[in-house]
C-alpha cells in the first residue's frame, strides 16, 4: 500500500493543522493526537490491530477523544459526541492527506485496551481511528459506492 519514501516531518504537521480546524460540539476541541514514528512501537500496534500491515509501512497518527471534557456534554457527549468529533477530524485528515499526494487509511478495528497500553494513554484518553500516512504505492481501487437514489427519502420515510 505504501512505498518505503519516507514522509517529512512537515507534512504530518500540516494533517495536524488541518485536523486541528474541524468542529467539534461546543467547540470543546477535546481531541488529542498521537504520532508514532518508532518502527517497534508500530509493529506492538500491529499486534493489537488484527495485524493490519500497513501500521508497520509508514507513520500514524492515532486520534483520540478526551472523555474528561466529553462529560459535559452529559449522555449524549459521552456516547456520541465524542466520537463523532474524531470522526469529523479524521475525515478533513483523509481530504487533506489525498490532497497533498500521500496516502492514508481509517482503521477503526483494533483492541482498544492494547492500543492504550501500548501507548501508555491515561485512561481518560480513547483511542479511536488510527490514520497511517504514507507514499502509496499505486493509485488507490475506487471503490463503487450504493446509488444515491435508494438511499434518499422525502419528507418522511
Ligand atoms: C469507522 C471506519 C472504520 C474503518 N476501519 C478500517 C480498518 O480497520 N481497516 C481498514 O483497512 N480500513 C478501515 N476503514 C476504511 C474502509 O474500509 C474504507 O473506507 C471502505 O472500504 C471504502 O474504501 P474507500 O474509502 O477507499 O472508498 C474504516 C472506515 C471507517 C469509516
Known sequence: MFTDQPVPGEAINGVLLVANLASSAGNMQVRDFV??????????????NHDQHHITDAPV???????????????RGRNLYCMQNVATLVENMLIFIAASGYG?????????????????????????????????????????RVKIEGLIRYECW
Open 61 to 75: 497518527v492515532v486520534c483520540c477523544a478526551n472523555m474528561d471534557h466529553t462529560i459535559q456534554c452529559g449522555l
Open 104 to 144: 492514508a487509511c481509517w482503521i477503526g478495528a483494533f483492541d482498544e485496551k492494547q492500543v492504550a497500553d501500548v501507548l501508555e494513554l491515561p485512561v481518560h484518553i480513547r483511542p479511536v481511528t488510527i490514520v497511517p500516512i504514507g507514499v502509496p504505492s499505486k493509485d488507490g481501487d475506487k471503490l463503487p
Open 35 to 48: 504520532v508514532v514514528k518508532n518502527e517497534e512501537t508500530r509493529r506492538r500496534l500491529m499486534a493489537a
